[in-house]
């Protein structure tokens, strides 16, 4: 068993703490919150077998953190993924953490704007389906002083009860693509004083 009492918080959301991993820096351990429902638990397990998939597709993990295992910890069945940090060793922050605020914004217009782009080309020609694309799910990861790329850290699967789209591939095109419409709908209305987001996805 893996004890990670001691070990750094480095994102949390509703359901999920994502821990460092205290044995590898560049791996970190998702672990569930304490379980209100099975729902919790089946999500996580969703999204393990989706990743397997991934996997057996030899797609590249260039926009997306590489699945490394489960393991047991001091606080549950943990899943261990790479750690996405900075070219300086720093964590990557959220790509929420640079849209509101402007002046980090424009500093990294340019390299956001390529960023995006990238990213829904990576979706689509991978074919890589998501739950929702929400800024707080996605890191920006600066690989350069003046170069970045968006890696997508969470709601990674497909929750379809039949999901034909994980295999069909017009399909699964049709789906990225109309969750990239809502995802950039959605930033306009999140970040409303952002001239680079009303900019960007003017409709």
């Known amino acids: 068993m893996l004890d990670i009492e001691t070990a750094r918080v480095v994102g949390k959301g509703l359901h999920r703490v994502c821990y460092a991993h205290p044995q ?11 379980l209100e429902s099975k729902a919790r638990l089946i999500e ?22 590489k699945f490394h295992g489960e393991v047991l910890t001091s606080r549950g069945p943990g899943y261990v993924f790479d750690l996405i940090r900075d070219y300086d060793g720093g964590v990557s922050q959220t790509l929420g953490h640079y849209l509101a ?10 390299e956001l704007a390529m960023s995006f782009d990238l990213l829904r080309d ?23 002083k003046n170069e970045g790329r968006l890696v997508i850290v969470d709601n990674i699967g497909n929750s379809d009860f039949i999901p034909i789209c994980n295999y069909v591939d017009f399909l699964a095109e049709r789906k990225i693509r109309r969750k990239w419409r809502r995802f950039k709908a959605a930033l306009r209305k999140e970040y409303p004083k952002n001239t680079f987001v009303q900019r960007r996805f003017n409709p």
């Open 101 to 110: 605020s402007s002046l980090e914004t424009e500093r990294h217009a340019e």
């Open 44 to 65: 996580a397990v969703r999204e393990v077998g989706y990743y397997r998939l991934l996997e057996r597709r030899g797609i590249p993990w260039t926009m997306l953190p």
């Open 122 to 144: 990576y979706l689509l020609q991978w074919k890589i389906i998501t739950m929702t694309i929400k800024a707080k799910n996605i890191l920006y990861h600066r690989i350069g």
């Open 24 to 34: 590898d820096e560049n791996l970190c351990i998702k672990v569930l919150l304490p």
